[in-house]
């Protein structure tokens, strides 16, 4: 950690932010153990962290939608809103993006001012907290993942992860009115909070086969499959326990090249694949749908450190430590 000046407000648009609360990612801790995420590679010094909510401390003449005193949700992508992906409306995929903590983009919000685009500011409206703001970003990743699968309405649901990610992606899939959930991690403490979420079936891979087990209590196979931890064995396990005509979703970051898959299986269940990239427009949804109740992330915030132990915060989280599902930085 070290002292650098205050950032300052450059363009009209512009908007300085005094930071209450930073999530810790897992691509972060990526940053932070490997230095990289495939050929991203981090050069000290850099500052990691996007999942953050602040207050606005001063905002350029042409700002709008938020005043000094707001308090908001900080959405980490900066699109140039003039390419093909941004005229089109997939700012997720835009070809010159800046994101927050991503080396050779954006420096990330793990400080304690940071100045962004009035157009990343989301408002913090009634009884949304600086927390709800910050889970925002994880959250809505979630949501468009449940968005792409096309509808998960009354259908058998199978997440294989249950970190935050598969944690966001249960929360909206239920808010959506999903029929059930069949959740795996090889963290227990993390199925725990699966339990207390309401699935209906926990399996931990390392103890069972939870292809069969999943299988037992569910002969036909799960409509759909949300793949959220990046691993190959995952991905495997998802198109053993579909349904024919069941969709597999990918929304986990694997730290190897390629996937792999069975034609067989996958062809005569007609198997649908659709990958996912972070999410679209959905940083508002996620937003209403604390606001409103559907989503309560009450299960979710599991370790507080102030900022001056980030460190600890960050180690802890590396090591999968303490039963963390999502530990948060306060300033
Ligand atoms: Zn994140
Ligand atoms: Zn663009």
Known sequence: MK???????VKPNDVKIRMSVLGICGSDIHYYTQGQIGSQRVVYPFTVGHEGAGVVVEVGPEVKRVKPGDKIAIEPAMPCWKCDQCLSGRHHTCRNLKFLGCPGQAEGCLMEYIVMPEDSCFLLEGKLTPDNGSISEPLAIGVYAVKKSGSVKNLKTGILGYGPIGMSVMLSAKAEGADSF???DKIDPRLSIADKEGAIYTGNPLREDVVASILRKEHLGLDVVFECCGQQEAF?????????????VVVGIPEFDRWSMNVETTRRREISLQFIRRQVDCVESALEMMKNGNINIGNMVTHRFPFSKTKEAFDLVAGYEDGVMKAMIDF
């Open 182 to 184: 069949f959740v795996t």
């Open 3 to 9: 002292d650098i000046p205050e950032p300052v407000l």
């Open 236 to 248: 495997d396990q998802a198109i053993e326990i579909l349904k024919p005509g069941g969709r597999l």
